[in-house]
């Protein structure tokens, strides 16, 4: 419905200003409660860039805060959403310290939506195979190139944040061909999509939240031949009896320290789990919880403030850090 939805007369642009490492939770929950597309504005994202005429950006201040601008149409009622996304975000305060949540709204003209939402849902190529391609757009893959198609009013973003940026190329790291891959919190359902992609045979998906096991089964539907996915809601790994390959997980930082006893349990002997979303003061605390399951830590990477870790179950310290 990407193109349908730009024929309403007017919308609605939420703006909520959070720490950062809220980003990815505060723009999840906007979409759960019906927005059609968010946009992130980030000082982090001008450091030491240049723009593409080869000009460097202006000197930017690091704020500690990001904003993420959420559409809505005219249709609905804003207040309401805000006083949603209030709720749900005080039940997770015991999770995570997201400091002083501002909201603010305003309404757009028909034009200055169509111009955002071109803006920031164009294709991506994220990795070397992988492209996202929002679903309304015609693009001609080229050989060897694997398309994920995304409802980018649904998804968060276009896979082109940090943390799923990171998420993608550790799952193209490990894939060999007939893995069977754990997916939790699987959001706008991208990772499963291009596990089944890089080969993996079965991939279990899921999410807390029955809107988002909604949302990523409507995106799955959108990729060919995805039948290898299953999608069900369910709390981090609680109660799974499935064993896997790999297991990935792009969360919070602390939510994910909730998971790696059970993908210790779930993950085969020499098998993977992945954790991203995790912000950077937040590193230790997770690479506590993995190395007390049992974990070692094979590969970490970094873009920004923003961390994603490749652990292995196993005894051999060759190839792990420090091993």
Do not use: C
């Amino acid at each position: 419905y990407g193109l349908g939805i730009l024929m309403m007369e007017t919308w609605q642009e939420l703006k909520v200003t959070v720490k950062r490492e809220g980003e990815e939770l505060v723009s999840n929950l906007l979409i759960e409660l019906g927005a059609q597309g968010v946009a992130i504005e980030d000082s982090m994202d001008y450091v030491g860039n240049v723009d593409r005429f080869g000009e460097i950006f202006p000197e930017v201040e690091q704020q500690e805060e990001i904003v993420v601008t959420a559409y809505y149409p005219d249709t609905v009622d804003v207040a309401t959403v805000e006083a949603d996304l209030q709720a749900r975000l005080a039940e997770l305060a015991d999770f995570m310290d997201l400091g002083e949540v501002k909201m603010g709204t305003t309404a757009l003209a028909e034009e200055d939506w169509a111009d955002n939402w071109k803006k920031y849902y164009e294709p991506a190529r994220i990795t070397h195979d992988l492209t996202i391609v929002p679903s309304w757009t015609d693009y001609e893959a080229t050989a060897g190139e694997k398309i994920i198609n995304l409802d980018p009013g649904m998804a968060f973003g276009t896979g082109t944040h940090p943390t799923t940026k990171m998420s993608l190329f550790a799952l193209e790291q490990i894939l060999r061909g007939g893995e069977t891959v754990l997916d939790v919190g699987t959001g706008s359902g991208v990772l499963s999509i291009a596990s089944s992609l890089l080969g993996a045979k079965e991939i279990f998906a899921y999410d807390l939240d029955d809107v988002a096991v909604r949302v990523a089964q409507e995106n799955i539907d959108l990729n060919p031949d995805m039948a290898n996915i299953h999608v069900a809601a369910g709390n981090l790994l609680e109660g799974v009896q499935q064993e896997a390959d790999v297991i990935v997980a792009n969360i919070l930082a602390d939510i994910l320290v909730k998971l790696t006893d059970d993908a210790y349990r779930l993950v085969k002997d020499q098998g993977y789990l992945i954790l991203s979303g995790i912000i950077a003061d937040k590193l230790d605390l997770v690479l506590e919880a993995a190395y007390s399951s049992g974990f070692l830590l094979e590969t970490q990477m970094v873009q920004g403030e923003w961390n994603t870790l490749i652990f292995k179950k196993t005894d051999d310290l060759s190839g792990v850090i420090g091993g």
